[in-house]
Nanobody, 129 residues
Framework: QVQLVESGGGLVQAGGSLRLSCATS????????MGWFRQAPGKEREFVAA????????YYAESVKGRFTISRDNAKNTVYLQMNSLKPEETAVYFC??????????????????????WGQGTQVTVSS
């Protein structure tokens, strides 16, 4: 059974930081590209960041470049999202997702949520002004 479990969300003031984690099981983690998405109330789920199977390549939404960092630990089957300088408009449920890719990397392909095989349940991030 495949499981993706996010954690690390919470309430933070504008300008603060949070580190999200997504622990996976039931998949060969190192053969999957991992992505982070977020969904604010009343809005569509949007791409945040993606990382290749070995962490060698990353891709970010323009809105988070320079503030967010995606990373992974294949020994722990876990992907992370370090979020700095958070803004109130980034209040959302944050989801991690997995896409089986082997050792391939296709950059912008991973910005499309329909291309992912597995999803977590999400973790709430609330940024107060």
């Amino acid at each position: 059974q495949v499981q993706l479990v996010e954690s690390g969300g919470g309430l933070v003031q504008a300008g603060g930081s949070l580190r999200l984690s997504c622990a996976t099981s039931g998949i060969t983690f190192s053969w999957h590209t991992m992505g982070w998405f977020r969904q604010a109330p009343g809005k569509e789920r949007e791409f945040v960041a993606a990382i290749s199977w070995n962490g060698g390549s990353t891709y970010y939404a323009e809105s988070v470049k320079g503030r967010f960092t995606i990373s992974r630990d294949n020994a722990k089957n876990t992907v992370y999202l370090q979020m700095n300088s958070l803004k109130p408009e980034e209040t959302a449920v944050y989801f991690c997702a997995a896409k089986y890719t082997g050792t391939n990397w296709r950059g912008t392909y991973y910005t499309d949520r329909s291309n992912y095989n597995y999803w977590g349940q999400g973790t709430q991030v609330t940024v107060s002004s």
